[in-house]
């Protein structure tokens, strides 16, 4: 069935550093793909997506680009701040868009 | 935008006790879903709804029920809690099926029973 799998954390980097946090998928058909942000004490919030091949979604400095031939979708910024901490969540919506795969999540602590 | 409210940030509940957790909407978006998140688990869908009075077992359904009578409110009931439902509750909503939809989410209740 469709899957998710995403590096495990908990990622520490410094403020200013490049953040690159990996997400594969397993699908049939052509999902689309997210990723969301969970900010401490709050429920999820859609940081970007992407819906067919090379597309590429952007937010906030946040890029990720939907391969299809590695079947990944990392998420990339190229300097972090100390607001950007946070838990990262990469989804894929199955062909059929009735149902939402999350992957199990990767926490993101930037220090000054 | 969008508001997602869930009635409580958090609850601590005995153990048996019948549990109820709202979810109200204020669009006409018509799905609506619950999740539970877990660390190291992440999210796991307990059930979700496509409409009025329609609803559809998720991927863990065992020991929760759901109710939708109006379209802008989603119930989940847990029917006698137990500590391993001890967790982080989510609503979502979305405004179609369609693939290109993304969630909204509330921002949760944190469930504890003792």
């Known amino acids: 069935g469709d899957s998710v799998t995403q590096m495990e954390g908990p990622v520490t980097l410094s403020e200013e550093a490049f953040l690159t946090i990996n997400c594969t998928y397993t699908a049939t058909g052509y999902p689309s793909l997210f990723w969301y942000v969970q900010y401490p004490g709050e429920g999820l919030q859609l940081l970007l997506k992407?819906?067919?091949?090379?597309d590429k979604g952007s937010n906030k400095g946040f890029e990720a680009t939907y391969r299809k031939e590695t079947t990944s979708f990392h998420l990339e910024k190229g300097s972090v701040q100390v607001s950007d901490s946070a838990v990262y969540f990469c989804?894929?919506?199955?062909?059929?868009?009735?149902?939402?795969?999350f992957g199990t999540g990767t926490s993101l602590t930037v220090i000054p | 935008d969008v508001k997602v409210t869930q009635s409580s940030r958090y609850l601590v509940k005995r153990t048996g006790e019948k549990v109820f957790l709202e979810c109200v909407q204020d669009m006409d978006h018509e799905n609506m879903f619950w999740y539970r998140q877990d660390p190291g688990l992440g999210l796991r869908l307990i059930y979700f709804s496509y409409d009025v009075k329609m609803k559809e077992k998720g991927d863990i359904p065992e020991g929760y029920s759901v109710s939708r009578e109006k379209k802008e409110r989603f119930s989940l009931i847990l029917e006698s809690a137990s500590t391993n439902q001890t967790s982080m509750y989510l609503c979502?909503?979305?405004?179609?099926?369609?693939?290109?939809?993304?969630?909204?989410f509330g921002s949760g209740t944190r469930l504890t029973v003792v």
């Open positions: 992407a819906t067919k091949a090379d």
């Open positions: 989804a894929l919506t199955s062909n059929t868009g009735n149902q939402f795969y």
């Open positions: 979502a909503l979305s405004p179609g099926r369609g693939r290109d939809y993304g969630y909204t």
